[in-house]
């Protein structure tokens, strides 16, 4: 992801989402966090984009996507399949035992399409602060 990209996805992310979101793509994803950030177009155009991160904690490592997004008219075509297929190639090149996402409740199209992938999710009460239910998603990677 280069930072015309970054600042194309700040440009057209709430058209994407319907609505405010733009303050999810915070800087520090690209500044910081951004050496696994993967963008795809389609020809000039920019088609979708997944920002996400290798984290360490008590030793275990896990590949965490942050936000990942498909320009609304690319939508159900596999961008989003192959956006993650990239993204866990490089979390196990890395030596992650497992890859991360949350989603809130009512978001049934991240849902759906976190579960046609395969992985596995847990409902938890408290897990963005008391009475903040999130949907935690995860997958175990395989050998490396
Ligand atoms: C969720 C999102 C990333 C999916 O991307 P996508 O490129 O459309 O997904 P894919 O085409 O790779 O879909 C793979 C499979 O997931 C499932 N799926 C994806 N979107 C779905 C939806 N809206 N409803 C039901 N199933 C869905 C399907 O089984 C699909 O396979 P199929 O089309 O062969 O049936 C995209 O809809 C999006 O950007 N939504 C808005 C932003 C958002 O909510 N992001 C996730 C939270 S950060």
Redesign the pocket.
Known sequence: MTKADFDQIVEVIDH???GPIST?AHPIFFYELGEEALVMHDGDTLI?FLLGFISTQEGRTTGY????????D???????????RHFSDACNKAGCARIK?I?TLG????I??????GWRVQEIDDYAGPNRRRLVFTCELLRR
């Open positions: 994407w989402w319907g999810f979708g996507v942050h936000l990942v997004g498909i320009h609304p690319y939508r159900r075509q596999g961008v989003g399949r192959l956006l993650y996402a989603s978001n049934e199209g991240s759906r399409f976190h579960l046609a992938l």
